[in-house]
């Protein structure tokens, strides 16, 4: 076997712990990176899910005002009618 000095021994050793402790950040790091990840797309799919439903019922009312518009329709001129009918029955 061949003689070591000292000084490369503890270089060797720094240099092993350096590399265990750069990869334990590194999994760490990683992990909280994920975890606000997935925060931001449970985030994100809430805010999508909430926005497809205002969607759903502004087409729904869309589709709805035209129904609404020919009901108004209706009745202004059914009101008109009654409105002639009393003007008549008082002339």
């Known amino acids: 076997m061949i003689p070591m000095d000292s000084s490369i021994i503890v270089s ?14 590194t999994k760490v790091s990683n992990r909280e ?34 129904v609404v518009e020919e009901q108004i329709k209706d009745v202004t001129r059914r009101l008109e009618g009654c409105e002639r009918e009393v003007q008549r029955t008082h002339s």
């Not at 990176?33 to 925060?39: A, D, N």
């Not at 439903?53 to 502004?58: C, G, I, L, N, T």
């Open 12 to 25: 060797i050793i720094t240099g092993i712990v350096t590399i265990v402790t750069v990869v334990i950040n």
């Open 33 to 66: 990176i994920q975890h606000k990840l997935e925060t931001q797309q449970a985030v994100f799919e809430t805010k999508l899910d909430s926005l497809t439903s205002e969607v759903r019922e502004h087409n729904y009312f869309a589709r709805r005002m035209p």
